[in-house]
């Protein structure tokens, strides 16, 4: 293998000024001559800084459950509510935050494409929608979404507003369970 290395591998440097790779200090200068300046302030430009705007709205590591035994004890101790494109498991927990949970099953598809597009979606209704799902209850919520074979063709708009109005209902249903039992 060395051998072949040193025969067809040049060891020595060239020499300063001569650049084997290029012919020119342009490269394509046909290209060049055609490529503008960009100037950074293009559509990507305005997207990106609405995105960077909207990290504020942005959900943090505490906020999610992580863990197999958050999901089980959700699944366990939890109601369960059937929306359109979703099913939610909530449970009440010790903090006064609201941490969430996503799942999509193999069984909704067997894509991976299609269970990661579902699960933005999900992730984005929640973060659309955080604000008014923290200011109706006073303590702390886990939720899971499990995702449903109708949430991989629709748009995040039917996704949000089957969230928006599951959510309305468990925080009401929530508040009624909270004042009974004071």
């Known amino acids: 293998m060395d051998s072949y290395v ?3 591998f040049p060891t020595k440097q060239s020499p300063e000024g001569e650049d084997s790779r290029v012919s020119s200090t342009d490269g ?19 997207v990106a800084g609405a995105l960077l705007k909207d990290r ?3 959900l943090c590591k505490p906020a999610w459950l992580l863990k197999p ?10 109601r369960r509510y ?14 006064a935050e609201h941490r969430f949970g996503i799942t999509v099953s193999k069984r909704v598809s067997m894509s991976a494409v299609k269970r990661n597009r579902a699960k933005r979606l999900l992730r984005e ?5 955080q604000s008014s799902v923290t200011g109706r209850s006073s303590g702390g919520c886990d939720f899971v979404l499990n995702a ?10 039917s996704v949000f507003d089957d969230w928006r109005a599951l959510s309305s209902r ?3 249903e929530m508040a009624s369970l909270e004042n009974a039992s004071n």
């Open 82 to 95: 059937d929306g359109r494109f979703m099913t939610v498991f909530v449970t009440t927990n010790d903090s």
């Open 125 to 129: 209704a929640i973060r659309l929608s």
């Open 69 to 78: 035994q958050q999901f089980r004890r959700v699944y366990e101790q939890g």
């Open 148 to 157: 449903k074979r109708r949430a991989l063709d629709v748009k995040l708009v």
């Open 170 to 172: 468990i925080c009401s």
């Open 28 to 46: 394509d200068e046909s290209r060049s001559a055609s490529v503008k300046a960009s100037s950074g302030e293009g559509t990507q430009a305005s």
């Open 6 to 8: 040193e025969a067809n």
């Open 56 to 58: 504020r709205m942005r």
